[in-house]
């Protein structure tokens, strides 16, 4: 209910126990981690172990277990092979962003298939505050500094916003936001309106990268998926996507390169 749990107590004689009472009256009353409940019978007592809020979950109807979204951001039908992406917009609804980059707002407890498989999204209502919301800062307000040693074999990444710095290390999907950041500048210094600045094809991207499409995935839900646990708001527009014209670029224009 709203930020914690509740037990409801209607009013039945034998009703609940609350740590050995047995409540009076029909009413909710607030329970947190470490009581113990019994139903029934006070003999037989349950101890709540857990009392974080049910998270947002992604339950595969054809069996084995819900896959749980961490950092706003989930690949389907998983990490590992993510055909598409499940994450929370800066609307605040969650939505599914597929391969080709159409979007599909979910709701609580929408069907949808990714894969040939078919998924429910389920999304409890919850009335907490997210943890940390307010020290998450958007890609559109980031610098990305990018150091490459001249032969390219390494590129290291940080993010900056005021004094705060974020390193984001040296990994292999960074030559791929390397590639996306370099067509931006180019465009910025042909004067290039920031609406239509670094819009690269995917086929152009894939021919530069040397890559087949469903790498590129893989490397996009990664970067996505290191940018949220960065705390970075809104981490799935690090890339950005226009599905008709099967188009991406990276989402911030604030771009720096160093040679290390």
């Known amino acids: 209910a709203g930020a914690r749990w509740v037990l409801k107590n209607p009013g039945s004689r034998n009703g609940p126990f609350l740590n050995g009472v047995r409540p009076q009256g029909a009413r909710n009353y607030n329970v947190s981690r470490g009581v113990e409940l019994a ?11 857990d009392d974080d809020p049910p998270p947002v979950m992604v339950i595969p109807l054809q069996g084995g277990e819900p896959l749980i979204v961490k950092d706003d951001v989930l690949g389907l039908p998983s990490s590992q092979e993510p055909l598409a992406s499940i994450f929370r917009d800066v609307d605040g609804r969650w939505k599914l962003e597929a391969a ?71 990994r292999s999907h960074n030559y791929f936001l390397l590639t996306l950041a370099r067509a931006r500048l180019e465009d910025q210094r042909n004067g290039v309106p920031d609406a239509a600045c670094g819009w690269v094809y995917l086929e152009d991207l894939l021919k530069a990268l040397r890559t087949l499409a469903t790498q590129l995935n893989i490397d996009v839900f990664r970067i996505r998926q290191q940018f ?6 809104d981490a799935i527009n690090i890339i950005e996507r226009r599905p008709r014209s099967k188009q991406v670029r990276i989402g911030s224009g604030r771009l720096e390169m160093q040679i290390a």
């Open 39 to 49: 139903f029934g019978r006070s003999t037989e007592v349950w101890r709540l172990l």
């Open 228 to 233: 949220a646990k960065a705390g970075l708001q």
């Open 100 to 170: 080709d980059g159409d979007v599909l707002t979910l709701d609580h407890h929408k069907l949808f298939e990714v894969g040939g498989r078919t998924f429910r999204f389920a999304c409890p209502d919850v009335l907490g505050i997210t943890a940390g919301a307010d020290s998450r800062v958007a890609p559109k307000t980031v610098s990305l500094v990018f150091r490459v040693c001249r032969d390219e074999q390494h590129v290291e990444l940080t993010a900056v916003r005021g004094e705060r710095v974020i390193d984001l290390g040296s």
